[in-house]
């Protein structure tokens, strides 16, 4: 297994961002390494859907609750593979329970556990087959009713439904910004924003008004696919440890959510598996939402 493939299956870590900045010469192909300890991680990475009191139900807009969180000890992600695109199971394989109107268009079936295909992708690395997964073999994929299926995917897997969110296409390639808010549809679905410090267990901020939430959903589409240099990996982990980076935590009308990280002085945001770089406007705009935020700072292992 390649540090590619490692970087794939396993939670991004701290000692990875630093470990890839000491290693840069060594290094042959970019790593996904991703902000925040363990359980950060684990359980809220990759642009994730996050537990919240459902609002009043809406005919057109099913309801999804979750059920329980489990624990993965082992740090390995839950990932699967559909239509070109690789998929996170959000809050590491919780049962989510629809309500209203539960998924009725098949998409197909997991068959086999995740793995490396026999092929190449235009920059000459392996690709992975579509229907493979790390975590619910023989479950069934269907549609989200108001959800386009390349973002987010339901899983029936023995009499439980769980959720899929896209953090990255199979062969890499970018995904930008706009591409990615307008796969999630955030303008249509957003309710209101909380900034969160980077564990996610502390709400720092709320943003309820329109013009806000308009304001850092705008700003977020003008971000352009970062290709950060070791350096700036280096630096994102200083950024963590020193309590400057935050998690935005987008609230959605059907009761779930989206999270991204956010480091303000950085410039930086994560959608997914990729970094952006925001454009200098967004702070302009936006920048005072974040100053004087306090979190404990997580410490670098």
Not at 135 to 156: D, M, T
Not at 188 to 203: F, P
Not at 259 to 273: F, H, N, Q
Request: glycine share 6%; aromatic share 10%.
């Amino acid at each position: 297994m390649n540090n590619k493939d490692l970087f794939k299956t396993i939670g991004y870590i701290d000692d990875q961002l630093i470990e890839k900045a000491h290693t840069a010469r060594r290094a042959t192909k970019k790593s996904y390494a991703l902000w925040g300890s363990v359980a950060a991680c684990v359980a809220l990475v990759s642009g994730l859907a996050l537990y919240e009191s459902p609002p009043i139900p809406q005919p057109a807009t099913p309801q999804i609750f979750q059920q329980s969180l489990p624990a993965s000890p082992t740090g390995i992600r839950k990932l699967l593979t559909y239509n070109g695109y690789r998929y996170a199971f959000v809050d590491d394989g919780a049962p989510f329970k629809f309500t209203g109107t539960e998924p009725v268009k098949s998409l197909g079936t997991l068959v086999a556990d995740t793995g490396p295909e026999t092929g190449k992708n235009t920059e000459g690395s392996n690709v992975e087959k579509d229907y493979t997964a790390t975590f619910a073999i023989g479950g069934k994929l269907y549609e989200i009713p108001a959800y386009p299926s390349h973002f987010r995917i339901a899983v029936q897997y023995e009499q439980n439904f769980y959720l899929a969110e896209i953090v990255a296409k199979v062969n890499d390639s970018a995904i930008s910004a706009k591409e990615y808010l307008d796969m999630s549809k955030l303008k249509e679905h957003v309710r209101d924003i909380h900034i969160l410090n980077h564990a996610g267990n502390d709400v720092l901020k709320k943003m309820t008004d329109s013009a806000s939430v308009k304001s850092i959903v705008e700003g977020l589409y003008t971000a352009k696919t970062a290709d950060l240099t070791n350096r700036e990996f280096e630096g994102i982990a200083e950024a963590q440890s020193q309590g400057k980076s935050y998690q935005l935590k987008f609230n959605l009308k059907d009761g779930t959510g989206m999270a991204m990280y956010i480091i303000p002085e950085l410039k930086i945001v994560s959608m997914g598996d990729a970094y952006y770089q925001l454009p200098d406007r967004f702070l302009d705009l936006s920048g005072d939402l974040f100053k004087n935020l306090k979190q404990d700072a997580l410490p670098l292992y």
